[in-house]
């Protein structure tokens, strides 16, 4: 969807200045955040994908301005009142009701489950319709739900890099309706091409395309 995520490439936003020395959490409930996120997800009430459509399609006027884990909690209390696990009462402090019998990620198993991961390839039932090399062009899309092509590179030509390999398709996945793989792409696009002709023509910028967002550029 057309969110405030989907900053990439705007105006008017200021520049991205790094902070030097970042640390990975700049107060300690950050970090319970993020461990309630990932034991939440546990539950397989919802998938990777859900989680992110449930950040991203927060309201932009609190998306833009709250902190990278603010948002967090705001995308995980939506994915617990969707999927029944806890009623809005109950975040507001109301009794707690009937508990729900899901699984449970213990604090035993947490190195595991982390560096197992949950890999995302899968097998393709089709040979890669794109080959290195090739000129294509993204289509000009506008999903209300959940995509992973940004905003800036719609209608854009670019050239093929690499074939990734065959993945779940995120825009699906977001909705619950399957993970119907398909090929992935590292394609590449001049500065130019993206955003006009005062553009650095030395810069160019890669990004991972899956199939249904390609078509032939020739």
Same mark, same amino acid.
Not at 50 to 70: G, I, T, V
Not at 208 to 215: M, N, R
């Given at each position: 969807?057309?969110?405030?995520?989907?900053?990439?490439?705007?105006?008017?936003?200021?520049?991205?200045?790094?902070? %030097?020395?970042? %640390?990975?959490?700049?107060?300690?409930?950050?970090k319970?955040?993020?461990?309630?996120?990932?034991?939440?997800?546990?539950?397989?009430?919802?998938?990777?994908?859900?989680?992110? &459509?449930?950040?991203?399609?927060? &309201?932009?006027?609190?998306?833009?301005?709250?902190?990278?884990?603010?948002?967090?909690?705001?995308?995980?209390?939506?994915?617990?009142?969707?999927?029944?696990?806890?009623?809005?009462?109950?975040?507001?402090?109301?009794?707690?009701? %009937?508990?729900?019998?899901?699984?449970i990620?213990?604090?035993?198993?947490?190195?595991?489950?982390?560096?197992?991961?949950? %890999?995302?390839?899968?097998?393709?039932?089709?040979?890669?319709?794109?080959?290195?090399?090739?000129?294509?062009?993204?289509?000009?899309?506008?999903?209300?739900? &959940?995509?992973?092509?940004?905003?800036?590179?719609?209608?854009?030509?670019?050239?093929?890099? /690499?074939?990734?390999?065959?993945?779940?398709?995120?825009?699906?996945?977001?909705?619950?309706?399957?993970?119907?793989?398909?090929?992935?792409?590292?394609?590449?696009?001049?500065?130019?091409?993206l955003?006009?002709?005062?553009?650095?023509?030395?810069?160019?910028?890669?990004?991972? /395309?899956?199939?249904?967002?390609?078509?032939?550029?020739?």
């Open positions: 969807m057309n969110g405030a995520q989907d900053l990439g490439g705007m105006m008017g936003f200021g520049s991205v200045v790094p902070e %030097p020395q970042e %640390p990975v959490f700049h107060a300690e409930w950050e319970r955040a993020l461990a309630l996120t990932l034991a939440a997800g546990a539950c397989r009430a919802w998938n990777i994908d859900m989680s992110r &459509h449930a950040r991203e399609s927060l &309201h932009p006027a609190f998306y833009l301005s709250k902190s990278y884990y603010e948002i967090w909690i705001a995308g995980l209390e939506k994915l617990l009142t969707s999927s029944g696990l806890v009623s809005q009462g109950e975040l507001g402090g109301a009794p707690l009701g %009937p508990a729900k019998t899901v699984p990620l213990h604090a035993a198993d947490v190195a595991q489950v982390l560096a197992r991961g949950a %890999p995302s390839d899968r097998s393709a039932a089709e040979p890669p319709s794109f080959a290195v090399g090739e000129r294509v062009r993204t289509k000009v899309m506008n999903p209300p739900t &959940h995509t992973r092509l940004p905003r800036y590179a719609r209608g854009k030509i670019a050239t093929v890099e /690499a074939v990734r390999g065959c993945f779940v398709f995120p825009d699906v996945n977001a909705q619950g309706r399957g993970e119907a793989p398909h090929w992935c792409y590292s394609i590449r696009f001049s500065a130019r091409e955003w006009g002709a005062e553009a650095d023509p030395a810069v160019s910028v890669n990004i991972e /395309a899956w199939e249904p967002y390609l078509e032939s550029g020739a």
